[in-house]
């Protein structure tokens, strides 16, 4: 079958913090045959920017896709400093610790946030902007560049609890939580956003089925994949008591790329909670020109797990 051209392609940036859901976010984006990937910033989060950047490097070279540009972004959140990631969802070195064999190539010169900039205005009025992580880079490429409310034509964001409970603390969920004031900035930019929160993500779950079936087939990325879903599915039993993988990440590209859709949509303005013990806390209220409307994914009636595991059998 011919591959379709690069120009009729959907335009992606993806910015994350690599990360195992972002991982298995990244399979699904380059798995998608209509998707141009067009280049990715970190930003601190699951593991520092830095050590994301790593990840992403040497995960690319894994599915064989030196081409995309990787870029290092936001190390500390607007206010105050990176608090360490989360080494007991994602390993010390943000994939699970599995050793990756090194990418042969470094990063971009540019930084994550200059080079998301740059894309947007290369595709201006086409580019999709997918953040998995937290949201200080399109905080601070906003700042930077106003336009880019306009440059952007989508962001689907994962992030938030919007009706459900955060994951970080009661209140907040881990993307929101550890930058609120970017979330804050972003969410209310008036530019059209779609929410992917906790309140669906936990619905849908890859299940240890999936992990042999990755592991079985083989190849170099699939196999890194499994052993990293190890730690995440170990933190989900200890957690949740069941061995299974939430689908924060890889619900978000999904839904950018038209692989899964949206069953409920509620269009709600969306403020974020600064102080006290409700900080990162992302709540709906009336859409206004303070809080614009933005899309909050809540339900997905299509099969999301086996989605994506059809497409990470295809790498
Ligand atoms: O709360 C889940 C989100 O936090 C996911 O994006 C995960 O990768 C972490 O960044
Ligand atoms: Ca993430």
Redesign the pocket.
């Given at each position: 079958m011919p591959k379709p051209p690069e120009s009729s392609k959907l335009p992606v940036w993806f910015d994350c913090?690599t990360?195992i859901?972002?991982t298995l976010a990244l399979g699904q984006l380059v798995a998608q045959p209509d998707t141009h990937l067009v280049g990715i910033s970190t930003v601190s989060?699951?593991t520092s920017a830095a050590q994301a950047a790593q990840n992403t490097l040497d995960l690319l070279a894994l599915l064989g896709r030196d081409d995309v540009p990787v870029a290092v972004g936001a190390h500390d959140p607007l206010v105050g400093v990176y608090a360490g990631g989360?080494p007991h969802v994602h390993g010390g070195n943000g994939v699970g610790d599995v050793e990756l064999p090194r990418a042969t190539r470094t990063v971009e010169s540019a930084n994550g946030v200059e080079a998301l900039i740059g894309a947007a205005r290369a595709h201006a009025g086409e580019l999709h902007l997918v953040a998995?992580?937290p949201l200080t880079n399109l905080a601070l490429a906003l700042r930077e560049e106003p336009e880019l409310r306009t440059l952007v034509s989508h962001v689907t964001i994962?992030?938030g609890a919007v009706w459900a409970l955060g994951?970080i603390t009661e209140h907040a969920?881990?993307?929101i939580g550890n930058d609120a004031e970017a979330a804050r900035i972003v969410l209310t930019a008036g530019w059209p956003i779609t929410l992917v929160p906790?309140d669906v993500t936990m619905t849908h779950f890859l299940e240890v089925e999936a992990q042999a079936a990755l592991a079985a087939r083989g190849g170099d990325f699939r196999t890194a994949l499994a052993g990293m879903l190890d730690c995440y599915l170990g933190f989900h039993e200890t957690r949740y008591g069941k061995r299974v993988s939430a689908l924060?990440?890889p619900m978000a590209t999904m839904l950018a790329t038209g692989t899964v859709k949206a069953s409920t949509l509620q269009s709600v303005g969306i403020d974020v909670a600064l102080e006290g013990e409700t900080r990162g806390r992302t709540v709906a209220v009336e859409p206004s020109p303070q809080h614009p409307a933005v899309a909050v994914v809540t339900a997905i009636e299509d099969p999301v797990a086996d989605r994506l595991l059809e497409a990470l059998l295809t790498l």
């Open positions: 913090d990360g859901d972002d989060g699951n989360a998995v992580g994962m992030g994951n969920e881990a993307n906790l924060h990440d």
